[in-house]
């Protein structure tokens, strides 16, 4: 009976403080998201003195955001160690990040853990699932310019006309630096059969802890953000990329995210904190543009290359639970990422005092 009071007790408070970090994180988006729309209403004068300006704002604004998603994890004690090739070091250059995908909470990890990479959260694009378009933070994706991606073999032509499209209209004009996806197209419980059976046909290697990527959207990326020399590799310099003064894309990041025992975090666990405090893995490597080919045939097969590397890195993982050393070094070197609490408590308590301000104002 002891046992079972005990084990009542805790599920009543784990119950408890679900429920307060629910309402809490309602409570910031009913603030945080109308603030950032109005906030922006506001300065569209500023857009009239010089667009560049605007979304500069706009992207400090959009940091903020992130930054708030990213403390409903950290306080319920969802950290980060971070592992490979540092990409501090080219935060200030565009970059593809090609990151494997295995629950909701892989974007909620990605915006904890680039919040300390310079101005790569307030300057990047996001290419997620059009679903994501209907959810409250969907108006703020909008904003920002993210790319809504519909899946399936009929959705497939059309959407990929409409992201060389939207490349082409907002990447540069609003300054965007990196653009992130997932290549697999969806989660990895739902697309692994799907991914075997394919690989068994076409005489590819069997993968447990990802899918073979799909090439599509990349592609696009490439051959929209990156221009084409004669010997059929990449490189920056396009008409775009000239009327832009950039030196266009330069670095693919191939970002693995590792999850302990393999069991991912989704958003919900992200929200209400019923999950033991947990260290997710995230592992880095940088490829320079000029390593990537443009061809569809070999880039096919340098895509799959690094998804087939990422099995062999999740595999080591959950093998010894650390990443294997780089090229070169003798031990792997995990990085510690944080997040100062001050300022996360500075971001939402201001988030709370514009709400507060609109409030006053409509009434």
């Keep these: 009976m ?16 679900a429920l307060l970090r629910f309402a809490f994180m309602v409570a910031n988006n009913l603030v945080a998201i109308p603030s950032y729309v109005l906030y922006l209403l506001a300065l569209q004068p500023l857009r009239a003195l010089g667009s560049e300006r605007f979304w500069y704002v ?22 980060v160690v971070e592992w490979g090739d540092d990409v501090k070091a080219v935060s200030e250059d565009e970059a593809m ?8 909470g892989d974007v909620c990890t990605l915006m904890m853990c680039l919040q300390d990479k310079g101005t790569v959260v307030r300057q990047m694009m996001w290419l997620m699932d059009h679903i994501f378009k209907y959810t409250n933070f969907g108006i703020v994706s909008l904003i920002h310019g993210d790319f809504f991606i519909r899946q399936g073999r009929a959705h497939r032509d059309q959407q990929l006309v409409l992201l060389k499209e939207h490349l082409e209209k907002y990447y540069r004009s609003r300054n965007r630096k990196w653009i992130v996806l997932f290549p697999e197209g969806g989660f990895l419980r739902k697309r692994r059969e799907t991914s075997q059976a394919f690989a068994k046909k076409n005489n590819l290697p069997f993968l447990k802890h990802v899918t073979l990527p799909r090439l599509g959207a990349t592609q696009v990326i490439l051959k929209t953000l990156v221009a084409q020399q004669e010997n059929g590799t990449l490189a920056g310099g396009d008409a775009v990329i000239k009327e832009s003064k950039s030196k266009g894309l330069q670095w693919v990041i191939d970002t693995t995210i590792a999850y302990p025992k393999g069991e991912p975090i989704d958003i919900q666990t992200w929200i209400l904190g019923y999950r033991q405090p947990t260290v997710t893995h995230v592992h880095y490597r940088i490829f320079p543009i000029k390593d990537v080919p443009a061809e569809p045939e070999a880039l096919t097969h340098w895509l799959y290359q690094r998804f087939i590397e990422k099995e062999d890195l999740l595999t080591h993982f ?46």
């Design 97 to 104: 990040v090609l990151v494997n995908h295995q629950a909701t």
């Design 2 to 17: 002891a046992v079972t009071l005990a084990r009542a007790r805790r599920v009543g408070c784990a119950a408890v403080k």
């Design 318 to 363: 959950y093998e010894t639970g650390a990443f294997p050393p780089l090229q070169g070094q003798t031990k792997a070197i995990s990085r510690e990422m944080t997040l100062s609490n001050l300022w996360l408590v500075g971001i939402q308590s201001l988030a709370f005092l514009s709400g507060g301000a609109i409030q006053q104002r409509s009434a």
């Design 58 to 79: 706009e992207g400090v604004l959009f940091k903020w955001l992130l930054a708030m998603v990213a403390s409903w994890g950290w306080w319920a004690g969802y950290t």
